[in-house]
Nanobody
Framework: QVQMVESGGGLVQAGGSLRLSCAAS????????MGWYRQAPGKQRELVAI???????NYAGSVKGRFTISRDNAKNTLFLQMNSLKPEDTGVYYC???????????WGQGTQVTVTS
């Protein structure tokens, strides 16, 4: 099992920045991918960014150039630096970890990000 705890959400004006963190614990050696998803009110959960164990990254088109995903392997922590925030970035952001060997997905509890215009 893998436990994940997010932090760093909050309320910010458009154009501002926030940095999300996700601390992972447990059977982290089984994890191949880590990422951030978000869910806006009335919408489905969507992928924001993902990072592999080797550090390769991929971003949703709507956040490319504004958001940066990174990880500190020594501290088992995942980050999402969000710059130039827009009201449409508002939602609950979830940390995610995926294991190919066990075919399991793990989720954090979510952290609210609200961007006002």
């Amino acid at each position: 099992q893998v436990q994940m705890v997010e932090s760093g959400g909050g309320l910010v004006q458009a154009g501002g920045s926030l940095r999300l963190s996700c601390a992972a614990s447990g059977d982290i050696f089984s994890i191949n991918f880590m990422g951030w998803y978000r869910q806006a009110p009335g919408k489905q959960r969507e992928l924001v960014a993902i990072i592999t164990n080797s550090g390769s990254t991929n971003y949703a088109g709507s956040v490319k150039g504004r958001f940066t995903i990174s990880r500190d392997n020594a501290k088992n922590t995942l980050f999402l630096q969000m710059n130039s925030l827009k009201p449409e970035d508002t939602g609950v952001y979830y940390c995610n970890a995926q294991s190919i060997a066990t075919m399991k997905y793990y989720w954090g509890q979510g952290t609210q990000v609200t961007v006002t215009s």
